[in-house]
C-alpha cells in the first residue's frame, strides 16, 4: 500500500540532545512537509521541500533542520536549540507542478517528549 | 498574508443530528483552494472535502458538504446524519494558486467535534 510511514511514534529525549525523526513515502510526490501540531494551535509549518536537494524555511523552523537527499525520504532534525520541542509532528506529502491538486497526504504522526 | 480562523474551538452534536462547522479565511488572491481536514483521536489527517474557488458549485462528498461564500471569504462544513466515528478535529485549510510558497497549505487553528450517543 502507497503511503507516509513516520518513525517513530513515541520519542523521548533530554535536553540538549538532538533528536532525527524519519518520514519515508511511496507516493511518488514530488512535495513534503513538516508540521508541528500543538494543543489549540493548529499545525505550523517548519519546512518543505518541493524537489530533491532542496527545502525552503516555513513558519517556525528556528531550532530545526531537514535533507531532502531522496524523493522518498525528508528526515527532520530536532536540534538542541529548538527551546521547547516538546510536541507532535506531522509529516505529509503532495504531488507537485501540474499534478498539484492541493490534497495532502499525511503519515501518522511522531509524539516528541523532552525530559 | 493568508489567514483562516475557525472560531469555534470545540462543539457537539447529537448522533443522526446535522452540525456546522464554521470557517473564514482571509485573502487577496482571486483563485485558489480550500480543503476539510478530519484528524480522528488515532491522530492520521485525512481529506475531507476541496474547494476550487473558480467553482461556484458547492462541494460535495457523501454526508459532507460545504457551503462557499466566496464574497464572505467563508466556507463552512456541514456534517448530516451525524455519525460517531465524526468525532474528530476538524481542521481548515487555504492553499494559494501557485506553487513555491503559496502552493503550501495554511491551517486554521482546527475544531474539536463530539458526537453524542
Known amino acids: 500500500d502507497g503511503g507516509i510511514t513516520q518513525s517513530p511514534k513515541y520519542l523521548f529525549r533530554k535536553e540538549g540532545q538532538n533528536v532525527t525523526l524519519s518520514c519515508e513515502q511511496n507516493?511518488?510526490?514530488?512535495?513534503m512537509y513538516w508540521y508541528r501540531q500543538d494543543p489549540g494551535q493548529g499545525l505550523r509549518l517548519i519546512y518543505y521541500?518541493?524537489?530533491?536537494?532542496?527545502?525552503q524555511k516555513g513558519d517556525i523552523a528556528e531550532g530545526y533542520s531537514v535533507s531532502r537527499e531522496k524523493k522518498e525520504s525528508f528526515p527532520l532534525t530536532v536540534t538542541s536549540a529548538q527551546k521547547n520541542p516538546t510536541a507532535f509532528y506531522l509529516c505529509a506529502s503532495k504531488l507537485g507542478g501540474r499534478l498539484n491538486t492541493g490534497e495532502l497526504f499525511f503519515g501518522e504522526g511522531s509524539r516528541l517528549t523532552v525530559l | 498574508a493568508q489567514t483562516v480562523t475557525q472560531s469555534q474551538p470545540e462543539m457537539s452534536v447529537q448522533e443522526a443530528e446535522t452540525v456546522t462547522l464554521s470557517c473564514t479565511y482571509d485573502t487577496s488572491e482571486s483563485n485558489y483552494y480550500l480543503f476539510w481536514y478530519k484528524q480522528p483521536p488515532s491522530r492520521q489527517m485525512i481529506l475531507v472535502i476541496r474547494q476550487e474557488a473558480y467553482k461556484q458549485q458547492n462541494a460535495t462528498e457523501n454526508r459532507f458538504s460545504v457551503n462557499f461564500q466566496k464574497a464572505a471569504k467563508s466556507f463552512s462544513l456541514k456534517i448530516s446524519d451525524s455519525q460517531l466515528g465524526d468525532t474528530a478535529m476538524y481542521f481548515c485549510a487555504f492553499m494559494g494558486p501557485y506553487g513555491g510558497s503559496q502552493g503550501n497549505l495554511i491551517f486554521g487553528k482546527g475544531t474539536k467535534l463530539s458526537v453524542k450517543p
Open positions: 521541500s518541493q524537489i530533491v536537494n532542496d527545502f
Open positions: 507516493l511518488n510526490h514530488d512535495a
